[in-house]
């Protein structure tokens, strides 16, 4: 059996074999946020899919090193900042704790790498002369530095390679400064961005005079630095293939003369209740507003994983009430589990393993996987209901012996409950109850407290009576209040 999955270079399922196949190290990076808001389920899909993939290489026995950079200087960005009148760091700052608590309350593994790009200026600018020495970039009257499609083109590099793109479109010496732009743009892209009043503080000096680098080469400097010329997989949300994934491709290549990268990873849209994601639609959530709303990170990641990264889709609030039932189930039954089987330890069980190995190992389909998991709750509650208190007795009753076979004993719960931790390792979910609270709802129980303490108990049974519908719980212990899931 071996790890199949769409490589989005060559638009066929290929086998995973890592660069080195010498050795089970695999390198891989994900482009992370733009920390210039709060991040939205849609950019979640791709960061959680994005740990999914991490932790079944490893489940697989690869030693993964993941990198996800955080990009926190852009057009956009530096527009907030304008407009807030606050300093780059202190803004941005903000979002960049809310990202990484966000990817805590939907239980990613924390990659190993979360480079900032403003910490890797001296690299981007490393970068961009060797593509100036090669003739591969150059500066503009406006005193940008751009990448020129045409010359890397001349050295007989590809542009392209993600996506067909159409030539004959492009019109000599068309330029773009901006760091999002259409496919209909076919253009040379900016590698570095001459300083206008519009950028404030902030600025760099460069061999080409002050100024900050365009969004495209963050990722290309901040990879290669981390993980090395060439690596083994990136992944990223399907709407960055054009430009920034190619543009990242050609700078990479151009620079170095070296392939990039090995295997690419595309994840597809989300649609919130059957449409595209709009605030003025209000379908557009954040983690913070589902949280908010009362939904723990183990169902919305539960949600966001249900379905085959590939496919668009469909987001709702009654599938998150879905997840909630599905969880529920799984968690009942383990808790039985793990009452049946008490201090017992067995080797895990080798089936459930092996098909839940077999459905990820085909493209990550992840829905075939829930399937397995699913099928084996239901087994495990017939097996479960089927024992009952009955005590076999086959010295009285032959027939006994074979019906012992069907029991649950102790044994046979710790081998479902080894092998679904091991499961679990991937899956990301988790123990009911672990999950930590989300602000908000901290937020709560510090009001709730702060009534008590001044003896407003209508308030205070008011909030817990808040926290209850949002599927909170205060367990009042000798350490003080705890918030537990319902
Ligand atoms: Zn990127």
Same mark, same amino acid.
């Given at each position: 059996?071996?790890?199949?999955?769409? !490589?989005?270079?060559?638009?066929?399922?290929?086998?995973?074999?890592?660069?080195?196949?010498?050795?089970?190290?695999?390198?891989?990076?994900?482009?992370?946020?733009?920390?210039?808001?709060?991040?939205?389920? +849609?950019?979640?899909?791709?960061?959680?899919?994005?740990?999914?993939?991490?932790?079944?290489?490893?489940?697989?026995?690869?030693?993964?090193?993941?990198?996800? !950079?955080?990009?926190?200087?852009?057009?956009?960005?530096?527009?907030?900042?304008?407009?807030?009148?606050?300093?780059?760091?202190?803004?941005?700052?903000?979002?960049?704790?809310?990202?990484?608590?966000?990817?805590?309350?939907?239980?990613?593994?924390?990659?190993?790498?979360?480079?900032?790009?403003?910490?890797?200026?001296?690299?981007?600018?490393?970068?961009?002369?060797?593509?100036?020495?090669?003739?591969?970039?150059?500066?503009?009257?406006?005193?940008?530095?751009?990448?020129?499609?045409?010359?890397?083109?001349?050295?007989?590099?590809?542009?392209?390679?993600?996506?067909?793109?159409?030539?004959?479109?492009?019109?000599? +010496?068309?330029?773009?400064?901006?760091?999002?732009?259409?496919?209909?743009?076919?253009?040379?892209?900016?590698?570095?961005?001459?300083?206008?009043?519009?950028?404030?503080?902030?600025?760099?000096?460069?061999?080409?005079?002050?100024?900050?680098?365009?969004?495209?080469?963050?990722?290309?400097?901040?990879?290669?630095?981390?993980?090395?010329?060439?690596?083994?997989?990136?992944?990223?949300?399907?709407?960055?293939?054009?430009?920034?994934?190619?543009?990242?491709?050609?700078?990479?290549?151009?620079? #170095?003369?070296?392939?990039?990268?090995?295997?690419?990873? %595309?994840?597809? %849209?989300?649609?919130?209740?059957?449409?595209?994601?709009?605030?003025?639609?209000?379908?557009?959530?954040?983690?913070?507003?589902?949280?908010?709303?009362?939904?723990?990170?183990?169902?919305?990641?539960?949600?966001?994983?249900?379905?085959?990264?590939?496919? #668009?889709?469909?987001?709702?609030?009654?599938?998150?009430? +879905?997840?909630?039932?599905?969880?529920?189930?799984?968690?009942?039954?383990?808790?039985?589990?793990?009452?049946?089987?008490?201090?017992?330890?067995?080797?895990?069980?080798?089936?459930?393993?092996?098909?839940?190995?077999?459905?990820?190992?085909?493209?990550?389909?992840?829905?075939?996987?829930?399937?397995?998991?699913?099928?084996?709750?239901?087994?495990? !509650?017939?097996?479960?209901?089927?024992?009952?208190?009955?005590?076999? !007795?086959?010295?009285?009753?032959?027939?006994?012996?074979?019906?012992?076979?069907?029991?649950?004993?102790?044994?046979?719960?710790?081998?479902?409950?080894?092998?679904?931790?091991?499961?679990?390792?991937?899956?990301?979910?988790?123990?009911?109850?672990?999950?930590?609270?989300?602000?908000?709802?901290?937020?709560?129980?510090?009001?709730?407290?702060?009534?008590?303490?001044?003896?407003?108990?209508?308030?205070?049974?008011?909030?817990?009576?808040?926290?209850?519908?949002?599927?909170?719980?205060?367990?009042?212990?000798?350490?003080?209040?705890?918030?537990?899931?319902?």
């Amino acid at each position: 059996m071996a790890l199949k999955f769409l !490589n989005t270079l060559s638009r066929s399922v290929e086998e995973f074999v890592p660069l080195d196949p010498s050795s089970n190290a695999v390198k891989m990076y994900c482009c992370g946020p733009t920390v210039y808001d709060f991040g939205h389920i +849609g950019n979640f899909r791709t960061f959680v899919f994005a740990d999914l993939v991490r932790r079944y290489l490893q489940f697989r026995g690869y030693a993964v090193t993941h990198v996800m !950079n955080i990009t926190d200087v852009e057009d956009k960005i530096i527009r907030r900042v304008r407009e807030t009148g606050l300093g780059l760091r202190e803004y941005v700052s903000q979002f960049e704790n809310a990202f990484l608590e966000d990817l805590k309350t939907l239980g990613c593994v924390l990659p190993h790498h979360l480079p900032r790009a403003t910490e890797f200026i001296p690299e981007m600018i490393q970068m961009i002369d060797a593509l100036m020495k090669r003739g591969i970039a150059y500066q503009a009257a406006d005193g940008s530095v751009y990448f020129s499609i045409e010359k890397y083109q001349g050295c007989g590099c590809r542009y392209g390679q993600l996506v067909n793109l159409n030539f004959d479109q492009m019109r000599a +010496g068309e330029r773009v400064a901006s760091d999002e732009y259409s496919k209909d743009a076919l253009a040379d892209f900016a590698l570095w961005k001459a300083r206008v009043p519009d950028d404030g503080d902030v600025f760099w000096a460069s061999p080409w005079g002050e100024g900050r680098p365009g969004w495209h080469i963050e990722c290309s400097a901040m990879s290669m630095k981390l993980l090395g010329p060439s690596f083994d997989l990136h992944l990223g949300g399907e709407d960055l293939a054009f430009p920034h994934h190619e543009d990242e491709i050609a700078q990479s290549e151009g620079a #170095t003369g070296k392939p990039f990268v090995k295997y690419w990873l %595309h994840g597809a %849209h989300l649609l919130v209740e059957g449409k595209k994601m709009s605030k003025s639609l209000g379908n557009f959530f954040t983690l913070r507003d589902l949280t908010g709303k009362g939904y723990g990170g183990r169902e919305i990641r539960y949600l966001l994983i249900s379905a085959h990264y590939r496919e #668009t889709f469909n987001f709702t609030l009654e599938g998150l009430e +879905g997840a909630r039932t599905a969880i529920g189930r799984l968690d009942e039954c383990l808790a039985k589990l793990r009452e049946i089987a008490g201090a017992t330890k067995a080797p895990a069980d080798k089936k459930l393993i092996h098909d839940f190995t077999t459905a990820l190992d085909e493209d990550f389909n992840v829905a075939s996987a829930w399937g397995t998991v699913f099928e084996w709750v239901r087994e495990m !509650n017939r097996l479960i209901a089927a024992s009952g208190n009955y005590i076999p !007795n086959p010295a009285a009753n032959p027939a006994d012996g074979v019906f012992a076979s069907n029991r649950l004993d102790a044994e046979k719960a710790a081998s479902a409950l080894a092998a679904w931790e091991q499961l679990d390792s991937v899956l990301g979910l988790g123990r009911k109850g672990e999950a930590e609270a989300p602000p908000e709802i901290q937020a709560l129980l510090e009001e709730r407290q702060a009534a008590r303490k001044a003896k407003d108990f209508k308030r205070s049974d008011a909030v817990r009576d808040e926290l209850k519908v949002k599927g909170w719980l205060i367990e009042d212990t000798a350490k003080g209040p705890r918030l537990k899931q319902a």
